[in-house]
């Protein structure tokens, strides 16, 4: 029989390669929402096997499962310091180091999701009360803000009190129907709380900066959840009114630069190499028709998979 | 808000409550929006007797600009506040894009 920690262990670090692959993998753009269930299965998974690891290998083997194992080691050390028997053994010491780097990794994970969410809301917050400070509504986009500024953006605040806001340099630059089209592209993020499913990636992007591989998660999830939506407006709207918002929007520069600090944002970002407009754009002028029946079974049990089966292991006695 | 951006002196709250002539509030309405926005930071205040002065905190230009950074700064991790329609793409993408459109225009007939 395969021991937990080696099944854990082999999931933690193949789970690394899979991510990457994932991240290159052209078929997600087929089907977003169930590659983002992919992801969201890949990221949940891999954070219950990586403590789910260092958790089995500090659990008494005999004790029942890896989680009655480590409660085993846990009541044992607690004993022997009630009872003041002298320090504990090398393995018995190892067992408390392993339990101990487990629990710090789970508070770590827990940690960098509140922070970010934490973050989320107070720039939210402040946001929306700028906004009842400085926008006012405007009859050519019914149920969204405009903010008097000549610099194009078109965005949505998410929430329970959400907003779509426009800038005024976007209403001058997008006729009605590509208005229309953002107005449908923005209200599916709402809807759908697409802010809700890219929290925990934007957290881990936060928390590991230096992290090639997550900031490509980071980087794939945002772009999935985009073409989420441009489905979406695709479906109600025709697609060429949303390529050529996206386009002109994409590409506007900041006409007259109105503040140094905004020009010195847009070189910034001119910097970055693939903004995903282009891939969005790609995939709305040619749709390719969905994953198969096959695939997305597929897809859906791997996703099971990924969170059923470390799970599985960490409760139930082997 | 308006009131104080337009005005170049502090006021009082009788006197911001006087300039809001298109609507008609209770000087006890303004008295509490006007201490609504000096606890959010938005209008600073100083007593002067017993009545408060109160004068905006920044100009109107200074918190369009504060939003429109925040709006236009999401290159990604650094929040996720907000969901932009569209990043800024660099010129030679844009050229691509275009050129993109003619063609699918094209194809698609119109």
């Excluded at chain 1, 052209?26 to 089907?31: E, G």
């Excluded at chain 2, 000087?27 to 009545?51: Q, S, Y």
């Excluded at chain 2, 408060?52 to 950074?69: D, F, H, K, N, P």
Aim: charged share 20%; with cysteine.
């Amino acid at each position: 029989m395969l021991s937990p920690v080696l099944v854990l262990a082999t999931l933690a670090v193949g789970l690394v390669p899979a991510a990457a692959e994932l991240a290159a993998a052209r078929w997600p753009r087929r089907s977003p929402a169930a590659a983002i269930m992919l992801w969201q299965a890949m990221g949940l998974g891999w954070g219950v096997a990586a403590i789910g690891t260092l958790a089995a290998l500090g659990a008494d083997p005999v004790g029942p499962g890896v989680a009655g194992g480590a409660f085993a080691v846990l009541d044992n050390a607690a004993r022997n310091v009630a009872r003041e028997v002298r320090p504990p053994g090398f393995l018995a010491a190892l067992r408390l180091l392993c339990l101990g780097a487990s629990a710090a990794l789970l508070a770590l994970l827990c940690w960098v999701l509140i922070a970010a969410a934490g973050a989320v809301l107070r720039d939210r917050r402040r946001h929306r009360a700028l906004l009842s400070l400085l926008a006012h509504g405007d009859p050519k986009v019914p149920g969204a803000l405009v903010v008097d500024h000549p610099a194009a953006a078109a965005y949505c605040v998410p929430g329970l009190r959400s907003r779509i806001v426009i800038s005024a340099g976007a209403l001058d630059l997008l006729d009605q129907a590509e208005l229309a089209a953002v107005l449908a592209h923005e209200r599916a993020h709402l809807r759908e709380r697409h802010d809700l499913v890219l929290l925990p990636f934007t957290a881990l992007a936060r928390a590991f900066p230096w992290s090639v591989l997550v900031q490509r998660s980071y980087a794939s999830v945002a772009l999935l959840v985009e073409m989420l939506a441009d489905d979406h407006a695709a479906r109600r709207r025709p697609a060429r009114e949303l390529v050529t918002a996206l386009i002109r929007v994409g590409s506007a520069g900041s006409p007259g630069s109105p503040a140094g600090t905004l020009a010195m944002a847009d070189d910034e970002e001119a910097e970055v190499a693939d903004s995903g407009v282009t891939a969005r754009v790609e995939r709305l002028l040619t749709p390719s028709p969905g994953l198969s029946l096959p695939a997305h079974v597929l897809v859906c049990g791997a996703a099971a998979a990924l969170v059923v089966v470390p799970a599985a292991l960490l409760v139930m006695p082997l | 808000m308006d009131v104080l951006w337009e005005s170049e002196t502090q006021l009082t709250v009788r006197q911001v409550g006087s300039r809001l002539t298109d609507r008609d509030l209770a000087h006890t309405t303004v008295m509490t929006v006007l201490d609504r926005l000096a606890k959010k930071g938005f209008a600073r205040r100083e007593r002067d007797g017993r009545a408060w002065l109160y004068r905006a905190a920044a100009s109107r230009e200074a918190y369009v600009t504060e939003l429109m950074l925040f709006a236009l700064d999401q290159t990604g991790d650094r929040s996720a506040a907000l969901a932009s329609f569209a990043r800024r793409v660099s010129g030679s993408e844009a050229r691509v894009l275009r050129r993109a459109l003619e063609t699918g225009g094209d194809s698609a007939g119109s």
